[in-house]
């Protein structure tokens, strides 16, 4: 789906030379791990730094896993149509790292597990572990080929940087020093990476949120489908995501693992701001003359690079700086993604059945980090398949896979752990049960989207462009009429909506979580109360 750049310039050689220098020290970083921990011969100091990382480099890493180019692109987009209140995200980060570490950081670092579905099978069985598994090997899959494809593409129309080019780099890169230094390389180059991250969001700065606290949770953005969907969507990822789990489990202590969920916290906060303030920054900067409106740009996830290229692209070197931020948000994402399949594949997969040294299967698990690379550019392929579904919509895309997927998952750890009386029938049950209705609602909200009156665009026109031939001036000059007329928001088919997709299809997809983790708890209880202990 590559073609020709729509942006207002291209990328030149000091751009270019940028970039590499990113991937350049990203790679140094696995030799250098690689080399200093050539006497670490076991899968567990491969997959988990030996348990002894501190808590300021993991919680770095922990901010960097989940803070992909998505974060770059399709934040500032975000607020660029729908206005600032995804600003209220902060809530829920801070409920999120409240219970993530009264709650599940104490269960999984007690029992010093290396997958977190050893847990499903310690208090369940091994059928709910398996199962469990597969849900999350289904979810990493989808979710990183959208984080590798999605960025190259819309980077692609409006820089002209080659397409597969950015994702295969991205991809030998990440599997390069996954591979030769493990954890502790994966955990350290998510540090460098973060730092790049904020020398572009510290960049960007401007305006205020506009709150709404309607309880209306058809919405797509309240304070409530915020505070509430974002609690459930982000616990879902800090406190069972074995890509999170394995990190502040890694530390040497308890201490340190807690310490490192709170740094973390604000490292979210600050990169949620900024990212909020950029949209702020290209709403002042086009409301009047929108690129997308005007067909400069095909999806909004690329305006942010279009604006950097309109207004740095005389300057060689600053927009290669704003990729390099971009994709190193991915790199840190698709290494966590390798590292973390890698250590469930070995764990929940291979290791219960066989019977192979420590020195064989640190082997095997640097073989699955390369093979997962290849699983995943078989998945961009499945994304170049469906990217025509999710182009506007990267960010909601993201986070209905989190909540489709990962809802039911944490109805089930939960269930474990704060309900004694749940057994293996209940948990299997209330799963598949979960997972069902999430994926019934979610396909749903796909097929039938909800209209304007729920999402609530920002006006936008083009009524204060003014296009020569040769180049685009950002005037008070009006456009011909028939431009004029065009405007930001999608034109919907008038037709008679039945109740189901005016009520439960057109659910907020922040709320596609809540329900998989309620459901899956519901039915859970139920069928353990009737089936016994």
């Avoid at 979710?143 to 080019?165: C, E, H, K, R, S």
């Avoid at 489990?249 to 949620?272: V, W």
């Avoid at 690129?291 to 690079?305: C, H, I, K, R, Y």
Wanted: overall charge neutral; glycine content about 8%.
């Amino acid at each position: 789906m590559s073609g020709d750049t729509l942006g207002a310039g291209s990328f030149a050689v000091a751009d270019y030379v940028v970039f590499a220098l990113m991937l350049m020290v990203s790679a140094a970083v696995g030799v250098y791990f690689a080399w200093t921990g050539r006497g670490q011969r076991t899968s567990g100091d491969f997959l988990m730094g030996g348990r002894r990382l501190t808590a300021l480099p993991v919680s770095l890493s922990l901010t960097a896993s989940f803070m992909s180019a998505i974060t770059v692109l399709s934040n500032p987009a975000e607020v660029y149509r729908y206005g600032a209140s995804i600003g209220f995200y902060g809530f829920s980060y801070i409920i999120t790292i409240l219970v993530t570490s009264e709650v599940f950081l104490p269960v999984f670092y007690r029992l010093a597990v290396t997958s977190t579905y050893e847990y499903l099978e310690l208090r369940f069985n091994r059928a709910t572990r398996l199962l469990g598994t597969v849900l999350f090997i289904v979810q990493t899959i989808l979710y990183t080929g959208i984080v590798i494809y999605a960025p190259a593409l819309a980077l692609n129309q409006v820089t002209g940087m080659d397409l597969w080019g950015a994702v295969i780099s991205t991809g030998v890169v990440c599997t390069f020093y996954c591979t030769m230094g493990g954890l502790k390389a994966v955990v350290w180059t998510d540090v460098f990476q973060v730092v790049s991250f904020h020398l572009y969001s510290y960049s960007n700065s401007f305006f205020s949120v506009s709150t709404s606290f309607d309880t209306n949770p058809l919405r797509r953005h309240t304070f409530w489908t915020i505070t509430i969907g974002g609690t459930f969507v982000w616990v879902s990822i800090y406190g069972i995501n074995q890509a999170q789990v394995q990190r502040y489990i890694s530390c040497k202590s308890i201490h340190h693992a807690r310490a490192s969920l709170y740094i973390n916290l604000l490292g979210l906060g600050s990169i949620l701001l900024c990212s909020v303030f950029a949209g702020m920054c290209l709403y002042s900067v086009y409301k009047n003359c929108d690129p997308w409106t005007a067909g400069l740009v095909s999806a909004p996830d690329q305006l942010m690079p279009y604006l950097v290229m309109d207004i740095l692209g005389d300057y060689p070197g600053l927009p290669g700086l704003f990729v390099a931020a971009a994709y190193s948000g991915s790199l840190s994402t698709v290494s966590s993604s390798i590292n973390a399949l890698a250590a469930v594949t070995m764990e929940d997969v291979i290791k219960p059945h066989t019977n192979v040294s420590e020195k064989h299967l640190s082997f095997i698990s640097k073989g699955l980090s390369k093979l997962a690379i290849l699983v995943y550019n078989i998945s961009d392929e499945l994304v170049d398949c469906l990217i025509l579904i999710v182009i506007f919509l990267f960010i909601q895309a993201a986070i209905s896979i989190f909540g489709i997927i990962g809802g039911p998952l944490l109805g089930l750890f939960t269930l474990g752990i704060l309900c004694p009386f749940a057994n293996s029938k209940g948990a299997l049950s209330g799963l598949v049960a979960g997972l069902v209705v999430s994926l019934w609602v979610g396909i749903g909200a796909h097929i039938y989207p909800p209209p304007p009156e729920l999402t609530r665009p920002l006006p936008l026109t083009t009524e204060g462009c003014n296009f020569t031939t040769d180049s685009l001036n950002w005037t008070s000059t009006a456009l011909p009429t028939q431009l004029n007329a065009i405007t930001a928001t999608p034109v919907h088919n008038h037709y008679s909506r039945s109740a189901l997709e005016d009520h439960w299809y057109s659910l907020s997809y922040l709320y596609f979580s809540p329900i998989g983790t309620i459901i899956s708890m519901s039915v859970g209880l139920i069928i353990s109360v009737f089936t016994g202990k």
